[in-house]
């Protein structure tokens, strides 16, 4: 099992579930460097710190006592003793680290991190404290746990002494899950040796991903052009769930990454300014940013909102663009490629494409999709100082070019009129309010939020 964090209790260590074999981890949100080993069998107080031996630098592991003989609040004022002198450089318990220093060395000790040690320091140290985003943390616990499996408990140092087996499980991982992703899982492997090779001194200084051939990436080209869109509208009006196609459409109206529009929520839609905030996205909160809205998406978002309470009422009251999932969202963004030809990241593409067609400078297409830019010029711009005025010009300049070809076909009678034309927002909304009415299920309003209707009459 992997290592959880939470706030060590006497019921929730009773709670935390045996692992299927070996060990796992419970660390304390409260305090850092205090968890508890869980076995099979038991469960064991247990600190962690870096202790200065004759200007040395060690991480060491210290028993507190046993989880069924001592109280979490009594442990928990032993660890910070324990810490407080291992902060002192004073090891807590002298007869243990003599018997250690004495003992013949082996990767489970902890002088030899093992790779699962040095990627849990690499998340708790580096990446929470950072605030990468639990999308970005999540990819590499998968490289970890899935992909470097086998080497969990194999000591870091080991790895680094074996460039054959690095290079063989690069060539492995490219023929069974892809180039792509094999030169993904080297690079965790690089970051996590690198953040470990801080604190261990006796680690080499060569990166084990040296011995890697990297297979060539190139920028995957999938973006629409002016020519494609129909076609693609074509397809998009055509698929039976009406939320995805919203979402699909707002993903090309805001070129936003699609893992972040999943967990739009209703609170996140500020009318009165015409913007969407993206409260988390890739990079963690201190990239949030917040989008210009054009008319044409605020009228898609309302579309969402209430295919989603007519549909989803309960996770609806939570989420944009709900699903029947676990989390209650949309989760998986793909389609058949038969029936949507371009979706996700070929969409954020095609933004960015059209948004040179509609005039739209690469400057402000960078502000607009919230990429970084490039130069001196960066710290010398203040975004949500154009939000309102200029780069919503920008938005709607976008949108229109965007839109062209299904706004030319909404015109006449058909589907696309139904779905696009004036009026075609409330028309839309009451037959599949009509549908649900006839499954027998009342939609449900969350107390304090807002109506589609009281959306309606803020974006008029």
């Known amino acids: 099992m992997t290592d959880v964090r939470i706030h060590l209790t006497d019921k929730e260590i009773l709670r935390l579930p045996p692992p299927d074999k070996g060990w796992y981890l419970a660390r304390d949100t409260e305090l850092k460097g205090f968890f508890v080993v869980v076995g099979r069998r038991k469960r064991t107080f247990t600190v962690q710190g870096d202790l200065r031996v004759d200007g040395t630098r060690k ?31 004073e090891h807590p318990r002298p007869d243990a680290a003599r018997k250690s220093v004495s ?48 080497w969990g408990q194999k000591s870091v140092k080991a790895i680094t002494e074996d460039p054959a087996a690095v290079a063989t499980r690069h060539d492995t991982i490219s023929v069974e899950h892809g180039p792509y992703i094999a030169n993904g899982s080297m690079r965790t492997l690089r970051a996590i040796y690198n953040h470990a090779l801080k604190t261990n001194l006796d680690l080499p200084a060569r990166n084990p991903s040296v011995a890697v051939d990297w297979n060539p990436q190139e920028r995957r080209n999938t973006a629409l052009g002016s020519a494609d869109l129909l076609p693609w509208f074509n397809q998009l009006v055509a698929l039976d769930n009406p939320i995805r196609r919203e979402f699909h459409l707002f993903t090309i109206l805001s070129g936003c990454r699609p893992g972040a529009l999943k967990q739009v929520k209703p609170e996140h839609i500020h009318l009165d300014r015409r913007v969407l905030h993206i409260p988390n996205p890739k990079g963690g909160t201190k990239k949030a940013f917040d989008i210009p809205l054009s008319r044409e998406m605020v009228l898609c978002l309302i579309r969402a909102i209430r295919f989603s309470r007519f549909m989803h009422p309960e996770p609806a009251a939570e989420w944009v663009f709900a699903a029947d999932s676990e989390s209650g969202h949309l989760v998986e963004q793909k389609e058949g490629r038969k029936e949507l030809s371009k979706y996700g990241n070929d969409l954020r593409q095609s933004f960015r494409t059209l948004a040179q067609t509609a005039g739209v400078s690469e400057f402000d297409a960078r502000l607009l999709m919230n990429h970084a830019i490039p130069g001196v010029n960066a710290g010398y711009i203040t975004r949500h100082k154009l939000l309102e005025g200029h780069l919503r010009i920008q938005q709607q300049a976008i949108s229109r070019v965007l839109l062209a070809p299904a706004m030319k076909l909404a015109s006449q009678p058909g589907v696309m009129r139904d779905w696009l034309g004036r009026g075609a927002t409330r028309a839309t ?8 009415k006839a499954r027998a299920v009342v939609p449900l309003r969350r107390r304090g939020s807002r109506s589609v209707s009281e959306i309606e009459r803020q974006a008029a």
Request: aromatic share 6%.
């Open 429 to 436: 909304a009451t037959v599949a309010q009509d549908a649900f």
């Open 59 to 89: 991480s060491i592991r210290v028993n507190v006592g046993e989880a069924s003989e001592l109280g979490t609040r009594e442990a928990r004022g032993i660890a910070k003793g324990y810490l407080s002198q291992i902060a002192k450089g």
């Open 103 to 150: 003992a013949p060395l082996s990767p489970s000790e902890p002088h030899a991190i093992t790779l699962g040690e040095a990627w849990v320091r690499y998340r708790d140290g580096h990446m929470i404290r950072k605030g990468r985003s639990p999308t970005t943390i999540a990819g590499y616990a998968d490289h970890v746990e899935r992909l470097f499996a086998s």
